[in-house]
């Protein structure tokens, strides 16, 4: 709460009191966008979920054609069904999207920001709640992935690291500087089924990252990897998690590409382990197409992605003892 008393969000914060409104729906609606916002960062949520918040209650509205003060239930269900039926939303997503509305409607309605005051000032009506508990998707299960989402098969797996060390020395070979990002790429996919990795904790690893391990000293340098940015919580920051070198090969394969390949790219300067061609770091967009690119160039399963590094890590790994003495 404000020195003036009002909590973030609060509509006499977002709306000029006392003035007439040029256009009510438009400059209401925008002050509610707003206000919503500001709750949220107060919270300390991260701009970028609040930006996909945002976006998903503005494509509602659109779907709906109504403002907030006129929605229903009914414009929930017909956006559900349509999310599910023709843009093919798997379940978890479409639970993320009605929870993004349900959150609007409860700050609407929320006395404490007085939205529904000015709501009733202005157009005779006000918003309510519309997604309850009946015309939402439930979280029945913690394991919500798709059946056909899986990790690799052991020869799977060889030939999508065959094809890209193939990459590099074909265009290599060619004369061209695109082998030190294809060399990257390469190593990257290694260090993430070497270290069971997401996207975004592979995307931000740093030089400094590695460390030894007292248990595993044939590791070298490589014994242990600080994951700085795993999943966060909604308000908390990135977690942190250490992984143990646990085969033989990765120190080799990281060295080189420490020592001998990345000093020769243009953003080598940088702290970031993935340097890309135009910044001092790679962007999630090229882990994905690089992977996809990868994938379809060897014939394999569409369902597999990114992640099914890591499921193949977690596989390999089940009960393995966690000790750098294990080869592939």
Avoid at 301 to 307: K, Q
């Amino acid at each position: 709460m404000g020195g003036d008393g009002l909590v973030p969000g609060a509509a006499r914060l977002h709306l000029i009191d006392g003035l007439p409104l040029l256009r009510p729906d438009e400059q209401v609606f925008e002050a509610m966008i707003k206000g919503w916002r500001n709750q949220q960062l107060a919270r300390n949520l991260s701009s970028g979920y609040v930006d996909d918040q945002e976006r998903t209650v503005r494509a509602f509205t659109r779907h709906a054609d109504a403002m907030p003060w006129q929605w229903t239930p009914q414009h929930v269900d017909e956006w559900s069904a349509d999310l599910r039926a023709v843009h093919g939303c798997v379940r978890s997503t479409l639970r993320n999207y009605q929870g993004s509305v349900r959150q609007f409607c409860d700050f609407l309605t929320n006395p404490a920001y007085g939205w529904v005051d000015e709501c009733l000032r202005y157009f005779g009506t006000h918003p309510v709640q519309v997604v309850y508990d009946w015309n939402a998707a439930t979280h029945a299960d913690e394991a919500e992935g798709e059946p056909e989402r899986r990790a690799f098969t052991r020869p799977e797996l060889e030939a999508f690291f065959d094809h890209a060390d193939e990459e590099v020395l074909r265009v290599r070979g060619k004369g061209r500087k695109g082998w030190l990002p294809a060399f990257r790429d390469a190593t990257l996919f290694k260090v993430a089924y070497a270290y069971g990795l997401r996207r975004n904790e592979t995307r931000m690893l740093d030089l400094t990252d590695f460390g030894r391990n007292p248990e595993g000293r044939e590791c070298g340098e490589y014994g242990t990897l600080l994951v700085r940015y795993r999943k966060a919580k909604k308000g908390s920051p990135p977690k942190r998690r250490s992984v143990l070198t646990v085969w033989r090969w990765p120190p080799g394969t990281i060295e080189e590409w420490i020592s001998e390949v990345r000093p020769g790219m243009r953003h080598s300067s940088s702290r970031s382990l993935w340097p890309s061609e135009r910044g001092p770091r790679i962007g999630l967009q090229r882990l994905d197409s690089r992977f996809a690119a990868y994938r379809d160039a060897v014939g394999l399963d569409p369902a597999l992605e990114f992640h099914s590094l890591r499921r193949s890590y977690m596989e390999a790994n089940r009960n393995t003892p966690k000790t750098c003495r294990r080869p592939l």
